[in-house]
């Protein structure tokens, strides 16, 4: 059963280009930030990063009615706590909901038998090698099982990303005993990452804990999942993909069986827009956000089988640049057609 880790020193970040401090080790009052349940004075307990009315307790000292809790991100609301060395800690049923961009929590856990991840994981029953690209998800977004074997594209402020696989659960309803390695129950909002998630995102494993802007998208895991029908203005995520011999892209591409210069404005299309190749060779319009836009071949598939989302536009350096847009952001929303 995977749970989180918690260093003593953790790292926050913003979901833009500035980082927020440290908070001061001072007493914190209703709505004040904090990081622990220490860092609130009297009967508040730190909730979702700010002192709250403690759900368990019933208090409304921060303006609440009777006997109710004040809602956390999304209305996702504690559904009750648990005592853990002395400590009361919120538990959830539920999670923020995911989006073409859900926020989260990144943390590290130990995937491997004897591993501080407890049990093996519940999708297999199975302990897993921490240098597979794996994940835990939280209660509410593990939801039954349902996301079992899902890809999950994981984007860090840095603009890295890589493709994870659902495997367990981290658990946000109970903890502190020997199934969960003694460790507190899961907040709501968590990507437990095996190491090799960190190392793809280019992390440092002992800060452990990161927020970044974890862009997910789920993925079914087969190439049967729909795209977005394809219009004169057809919603896309536009990703980078280095389509030369020995980048990040693999293999030659699918159309011709060639490796292609990044420069050239070239793109990949996720499985249904890839249509068995039957685009190969056409042009399509890919218009940004602030209107500018460019032609660009199709040249290759992004499998949605092994990982590629189903509303994938994979685009060259060339195409990035035609557009005026970072690579460096990582993903960036647009609307393509066909030319």
């Known amino acids: 059963m995977a749970n989180q880790v918690l260093f003593l020193q953790s790292l926050y970040l913003l979901f833009s280009i500035f980082s927020l401090p440290f908070l001061p080790l001072v007493m914190s009052s209703c709505n004040d930030p904090c990081q622990t349940l220490d860092d609130c004075e009297g009967q508040l307990i730190c909730i979702n990063g700010q002192c709250n009315d403690d759900p368990d307790l019933g208090t409304h000292i921060c303006g609440g009615s009777p006997g109710t809790s004040s809602p956390s991100t999304d209305d996702c609301q504690p559904s009750g706590s648990l005592e853990c060395n002395g400590q009361s800690y919120p538990t959830y049923i539920c999670s923020p909901q995911v989006t073409s961009s859900t926020s989260a929590v ?26 597979d690209p794996i994940i835990a998800l939280s209660t509410g977004r593990y939801n039954g099982g349902s996301l079992c074997g899902n890809m999950i594209r994981i984007t860090a402020q840095n603009g890295m990303s890589v493709l994870a696989k659902v495997v367990d659960e981290c658990d946000s309803m109970h903890g502190c005993d020997q199934e969960h390695a003694g460790q507190r129950p899961c907040d709501n909002n968590i990507v437990d990452g095996s190491n090799a998630v960190w190392d793809a995102l280019g992390l440092d494993i002992n800060i452990g804990r990161v927020d970044p802007d974890v862009g997910t998208h789920i993925c079914g895991g087969s190439s049967s999942t729909p795209s977005p029908p394809v219009s004169s203005s057809t919603p896309a995520i536009l990703t980078n993909n280095n389509f030369e011999k020995g980048g990040d892209g693999g293999g030659p591409s699918e159309c011709d069986g060639k490796y292609h210069d990044n420069s050239e404005r070239i793109v990949a299309l996720s499985t249904r827009w890839y249509d068995g190749g039957s685009r190969c060779g056409k042009m399509i319009r890919i218009t940004a956000p602030k209107g500018r836009s460019v032609l660009a071949k199709v040249v290759d598939e992004c499998d949605s089988a092994d990982g590629c989302a189903n509303n994938i536009v994979d685009g060259s350096d060339g195409v990035w640049a035609a557009l005026g847009l970072d690579i460096n952001l990582g993903e960036v929303h647009v609307t393509w057609s066909m030319a």
């Open 106 to 131: 990144l943390t590290n856990n130990d995937f491997s038998e004897g591993g501080d991840g407890g049990g093996p994981s519940k999708c297999d029953d199975k302990y897993h090698d921490n240098s």
